[in-house]
């Protein structure tokens, strides 16, 4: 609607590419909003621009999209980083963020493939995903489903978050800390997710072990044990 009314206030930057033909290097929403308002001119500024410096810039306009997921600011800003060698500081200097801010979003590609579903489609929010990061891999899952079928707050996710890590800390011994086959976590994983519970596997080098469980409480129970006789 804005640029219907007053057309393109932001130049829209281009690089020639040969044979009077130029390649837009940032503003292409502006363009084709441009021409579904069938505005006739835009303000363009050309600039001779090396292909790496291109693709970074495109990156970085996409990232500063107000209407770009959490999560998929995290990817954008990790790709600034990982394919050119930018540091957090740099990065978030180049997307008008705060190192704080960036480093914050980074975190949220630590979590588990179906919490970062939920925060993608919309389910959870970016706070309530904050509030998981600190979990196991199963108990993510199990919460993440619990704040998306009760409709938790992100201070109602965060209370229960501090609860499951007094009661894991009360329970498990230093001495048992140690670091879990791959295959098991992400046994793990996918049980928590078809159950909506989170689940603990005990494995033992000679190949038996326990699969433990854990509900909150009966209404819980119910729901697990419906799930495991379909």
């Not at 740099?90 to 960036?102: F, I, L, N």
Request: hydrophobic share 40%.
């Amino acid at each position: 609607q804005s640029i219907l009314k007053q057309g393109v206030m932001q130049p829209i930057i281009v690089r020639p590419i040969g044979n009077n033909q130029y390649e837009i290097i940032a503003g292409e929403r502006r363009w084709r909003a441009a021409k579904l308002a069938n505005l006739n001119e835009v303000p363009v500024i050309i600039k001779n621009i090396p292909d790496e410096s291109a693709l970074a810039m495109a990156l970085i306009e996409n990232i500063q999209r107000e209407d770009l997921n959490p999560l998929e600011e995290a990817i954008g800003i990790k790709r600034l980083i990982d394919e050119f060698n930018m540091t957090h500081e740099e990065a978030a200097d180049a997307v008008g963020k705060s190192r704080v801010t960036v480093s914050n979003l980074l975190r949220l590609l630590t979590l588990t493939k179906p919490v970062q579903d939920r925060l993608l489609t919309g389910k959870i929010d970016m706070g309530h995903a904050r509030a998981l990061i600190g979990l196991e891999g199963s108990q993510q899952i199990m919460l993440c489903e619990e704040a998306i079928q009760k409709n938790l707050s992100v201070r109602e996710v965060e209370a229960l978050v501090k609860n499951l890590q007094n009661g894991y800390k009360k329970d498990t011994p230093k001495s048992s800390s140690k670091k879990m086959n791959a295959d098991v976590r992400q046994l793990e994983e996918s049980l928590a997710e078809t159950l909506g519970a989170s689940v603990t596997i005990d494995a033992k080098k000679n190949g038996s072990g326990t699969l433990k469980v854990h509900y909150r409480n009966l209404e819980q129970l119910d729901e697990i044990l419906h799930k495991i006789k379909r």
